[in-house]
Structure formats: structure tokens, C-alpha cells
């Protein structure tokens, strides 16, 4: 668990956000903003949707801040809305498109080795790499590591047992592994 | 611990969000593992690649938050007058309920205690206005007045509170009662509200000497 580093901010926002406080939510949100917005960017894999979304939960927090009683931290209760915006969204029948970045990294791969020792291939592979994952594989993985919630935290945010975090973890970083060892990408390379 | 339950908590430990036993176990377990030593390495290299591609990654548009506060907006517009007035009043009442029981004993006791004596001086001031104080050989006024009951602070000097009878061209005309409530008969009469009303003002914010003001004719 993360070390107490003394009461969340976060904590008395959503108190104040609850009396309607704007100060208070324009706070939170600046602390979450990015956060959030990377989360769903990778959830949904659609950057306008992604901000949609994460105001989408924004919103949400405003009219539900009444009813948050500290149960749990408010990251988790903040990841658990995005988690759900983002299902609901993907559950909804979508056109096909094809996100600007991943066909610049996709043609990026396919142009010769010389791309490879370019920072923004190094990037394209590892987001290639992570693409290859699973959804529950990849968002464990990215709330492992890019997020830093604890894994109980996880298991809330994604609704199943602890377990199933660990074994979902246990297989991403396997397949992630190799990935990113078939890519000639070590320590040294980032 | 074994070791596979080990290696499953390995990625925490890397991201640095266990609890200070399972970090200790995990920190003597890898002082004789070297297979779980290679791991963290790894894990370390993993963690590092995702967090290069969310760092590096295009963040939100800068106007975002503004769209957010014109949702918001939108939505306390839309939302039904009965909600509005309705959502005050509850917080109140949880405020209310979350002080009476955070409150120590005797502050909720004293509490007790004056709310009962403010209800025992309201239905006193309630009786006199309805059955109003007579007497044959009381004074009288000449004139059709407004009545005011007054009661004056202990502390209030008798200079203090005639100067405040000047200020409203009032005169005691009976009191004080068992409570200490004087009957005032001031020039305005009960038809001139807007005076009556500024006059009471005028007592009421004089809290130096006076305790309670009320129009009771």
C-alpha cells in the first residue's frame, strides 16, 4: 500500500463539490484531468471520445459527490466511473476508425530497422506491444504502472477478486515481456 | 509467502504500493532469489515503457475543464426547482446531525437548556400579546402607538437604554414582567409598517442592550 502521506486533497474537494462548490471541482479536475483522459484514451482507443468521457465522469462527480462517502479513495471511485463510462461506450455499436496515431506507428514499423533506434519508434513499439494485449490484460497493466494503484484498488476499479488481478498481471507481463523483447527494447533503449 | 505468491506481487512492489510486511518479505525473499531478482528487472523495464508512452503520449485539450463548466452549467439549470430547494435543506439537517453528534455531552446539555428557556420566553411573549397587561390605575397612552415588548440586557446601563427609547421615540409603558419584558409604546402607528419595521431594526441591532424586541400591537 502507498505510504500515508497525509489526507488526500482530493478528500475535501469532493466535500466541497458536494455543496456545489466550483473552486473545489476545478481543483479535482485538475488533478484528475490527464489521469483520467490517458486512462480512457487507452480504454476507448479514440482521443475525442477519451475527452468526452473524462468530462463525462467530471460531470458525474459533481452530481454524485453527495453520495461519496469515503468507502473508498477517491482515485478509485474516479477510475470506477471512467471504467464504466468507458464499457458502456464500447458496448454501443461504433464505425470502424483507425486512430491517426496507430497508422502513422504501424506504417512507422513497417518502413525498416533504421525507425527502430528513433525515439518515437521506440515509443510506437512499446504502444504497439501494449496494443497486442488483451483489454482486461492492458488496463491492469495500465493501472499497475502508468496509474500506481495498489492492486486492491484494481480489483475495485474492475469489479472481480484480487486473484483475478494477480493472474491478469501474472499473464500481461509475460506476453508485455516478450513483446518488448522481440522489439529490442531493454532498460537501456528508454 | 511462497514463492509464486511472491512473484504475483512483484509488479506492486515495483510500483511501489505494497504494505510495509509484504514489502519486507518480498525484500528478504529477493536477497536469496535471484530468478525474482531478474523479474523486478524486467518489471522495472516494463514499467518504465508504459509510463514513457502515457507521459509522452498527446494530453487533453486545454479548453476541456470549460466544457466541463458549461455541462455543469447546463445541468444545474435543467435541474428541478423542488431539487434546488430541496438539497439546501438536507444539507442542514446532515450538518445539524453530524454537530449534535460530534458535540461532547455537556455542550449538547447547555444547548438543551437554552433552547428551553428561549421556547419558555417565546410562549410567554406569545401569552402577553394575547392577553394584554391591564390595569385601572396603569399608565395609559393618548395616543394609538405601536407596542413593542422589550427586553433589556443585565448589563445595559439605564443611560444606554434611555438614549435608545430617544432613538425610537418610544416610552416604557408597563413592565418589566416576571420575564423582564418592558412594554414600549412608540409614535409610529401599527399601520406604518415600513416604520415599525425600521424602528425594530434600530432594537434589534443594539445588542449591547438589548436582549429580544418584538411588535406585539
Known amino acids: 500500500m502507498e505510504e500515508d502521506t497525509g489526507p488526500d486533497p482530493a ?22 484531468q490527464t489521469r483520467l483522459f490517458r486512462y480512457l484514451s487507452r480504454m476507448v482507443n479514440d482521443a ?34 471512467a471504467r464504466h463510462k468507458a464499457l458502456n461506450e464500447l458496448r454501443r455499436p461504433r464505425p470502424m476508425t483507425v486512430e491517426v496515431e496507430t497508422a502513422s506507428a504501424v506504417a512507422a514499423s513497417e518502413t525498416g530497422p533504421e525507425g527502430i533506434a528513433d525515439r518515437n519508434s521506440v515509443r510506437q513499439n512499446i504502444q504497439r506491444a501494449l496494443e ?18 495498489t492492486y486492491q484498488e484494481i480489483a475495485e476499479i474492475m ?26 527494447i531493454a532498460g537501456e533503449t528508454l | 509467502m511462497k514463492h509464486q505468491e ?14 510495509e510486511d509484504e514489502r519486507s518479505t518480498i525484500e528478504a525473499h529477493l536477497a536469496e532469489c535471484r530468478e525474482c531478482v531478474l523479474e523486478v528487472e524486467s518489471l522495472s523495464t516494463m514499467q518504465a515503457a508504459v509510463r514513457k508512452v502515457g507521459n509522452e503520449a498527446p494530453g487533453p485539450s486545454p479548453n476541456l475543464l470549460n466544457r466541463a463548466l458549461e455541462q455543469i452549467d447546463a445541468y444545474e439549470r435543467a435541474k428541478p426547482q423542488e431539487e434546488n430547494k430541496g438539497r439546501p435543506g438536507n444539507r442542514v439537517a446532515s450538518l445539524w446531525q453530524g454537530w449534535w453528534q460530534a458535540s461532547p455531552a455537556f455542550v449538547r446539555s447547555a444547548f438543551a437548556f437554552q433552547l428551553v428557556l428561549i421556547l419558555a420566553l417565546g410562549t410567554t411573549v406569545v401569552y402577553q400579546w394575547s392577553h394584554p397587561y391591564v390595569t385601572l390605575s396603569g399608565p395609559s397612552s393618548d395616543q394609538n402607538g405601536a407596542i413593542f415588548s422589550v427586553s433589556f ?13 430617544l432613538e425610537i421615540q418610544g416610552k416604557i409603558i408597563g413592565g418589566p414582567s416576571a420575564n423582564n419584558l418592558y412594554t414600549i409604546q412608540v409614535k409610529a402607528l401599527p399601520e406604518q409598517t415600513e416604520e415599525i419595521e425600521r424602528l425594530l431594526q434600530i432594537l434589534r441591532k443594539n445588542q449591547r442592550v438589548v436582549r429580544l424586541a418584538l411588535q406585539t400591537k
Not at chain 1, 11 to 32: K, M, P, Q, T, V
Not at chain 1, 141 to 148: A, I, M, P
Not at chain 2, 6 to 19: C, F, G, K, Q, R
Open chain 1, 48 to 81: 475525442n471520445l477519451a475527452e468526452e468521457l473524462t468530462n463525462d465522469v467530471m460531470v458525474a462527480v459533481w452530481k454524485g459527490a453527495a453520495g461519496f462517502k469515503g468507502q473508498s479513495k477517491p482515485s478509485t471511485w474516479l477510475f470506477g466511473i
Open chain 1, 11 to 32: 478528500l475535501s474537494w469532493i466535500e466541497r463539490i458536494a455543496e456545489g462548490d466550483r473552486g473545489a471541482f476545478e481543483n479535482l479536475y485538475n488533478a484528475y
Open chain 1, 132 to 149: 497486442d494485449l488483451s483489454p482486461e490484460h492492458r488496463e491492469v497493466v495500465e493501472l499497475t504502472f502508468f496509474q500506481g494503484l
Open chain 2, 6 to 19: 511472491i512473484i504475483e506481487l512483484l509488479p506492486w512492489y515495483v510500483n511501489a504500493t505494497l504494505d
Open chain 1, 159 to 184: 469489479q472481480c477478486p484480487i486473484n483475478t488481478v494477480k493472474t491478469r498481471m501474472f499473464h500481461a507481463k509475460k506476453r508485455l515481456q516478450e513483446a518488448l523483447r522481440k522489439r529490442g
Open chain 2, 153 to 165: 440586557n443585565e448589563n445595559a446601563s439605564e443611560r444606554e437604554i434611555r438614549e435608545t427609547l
